[in-house]
């Protein structure tokens, strides 16, 4: 089934550790995002892709990177986690920019002790 | 960036009522979108609005394009326990690659 996959599910990570979040896609779409989920916040975008090889920073990309050497993998790397990353992590993908609609993975769960 | 004022924040009813919900923002949408979230699921989305005072249904959901093209509004017609979740309106976001900013949500629990 088409769609978008993240890894892991979940994850609990120490403080000051470094962590990667996978997303991987298989409809060939052209962009694609991270928000996180805070209870009370909504989902806040952290950096978007419009096309492999670009990336751009969203409303909260402080502590976070990412990369699109590919059009199906966007990685979200916590460089040095902190409790404040405690979050509920979406990875999304559109077609085409001039199409509004986002599709979302099921969510990376990670909490950071 | 554009800000999304959703209300109500959470809504508690019965089964077979009504529901309506709604999502301002503070500036001009060529595009409303309305997603569900399933508890431990992520968004899928609902309704797509593509024109001002457009008025769109899917089943039980009817969502309208406001006149002014800073409002949305969504209803579901005679709750069902499976409607439980939370709602999310969205707009495109202008200065993040045609990102989607979201309102905070509305959670809804239906009981029996």
């Known amino acids: 089934i088409a769609g978008i996959t993240q890894a892991p599910t979940s994850q609990i990570l120490a403080a000051g550790r470094r962590m990667t979040l996978r997303c991987t896609q298989d409809?060939?779409?052209?962009?694609m995002y991270w928000y996180r989920q805070d209870l009370g916040l909504g989902l806040r975008l952290i950096h978007y892709?419009?096309?492999?090889?670009?990336?751009g920073k969203g409303e909260v990309p402080d502590g976070y990177s990412v990369s699109r050497a590919n059009t199906d993998d966007f990685p979200l790397t916590l460089a040095s986690a902190v409790p404040s990353q405690t979050s509920v992590y979406f990875c999304?993908?559109?077609?085409?920019?001039?199409?509004?609609?986002?599709?979302f993975g099921a969510g990376s769960r990670l909490t950071v002790l | 960036g554009q800000q999304l004022n959703q209300s109500p924040q959470s809504m508690f009813i019965q089964e077979g009522e009504d529901v309506s919900m709604n999502c301002t923002s503070s500036?001009?949408?060529?595009?409303w979108l309305w997603y569900k979230q399933d508890p431990g699921e992520g968004p899928v989305l609902l309704i797509a609005?593509?024109?001002?005072?457009e008025l769109t249904s899917n089943g039980r959901l009817t969502a309208q394009f406001g006149i002014t093209r800073k409002d949305s509004f969504l209803n579901i017609s005679a709750s069902i326990p499976s409607d439980v979740g939370i709602y999310f309106c969205?707009?495109?976001?202008?200065?993040?690659?045609?990102?989607?900013?979201f309102g905070k949500g509305t959670s809804l629990l239906v009981t029996p």
């Open positions: 409809m060939r779409h052209n962009a």
């Open positions: 999304a993908s559109r077609l085409s920019s001039g199409a509004n609609v986002l599709t």
């Open positions: 500036s001009i949408f060529n595009t």
């Open positions: 892709s419009n096309t492999a090889g670009t990336t």
């Open positions: 969205a707009g495109p976001n202008s200065n993040s690659g045609y990102a989607l900013n």
């Open positions: 609005l593509y024109k001002a005072g």
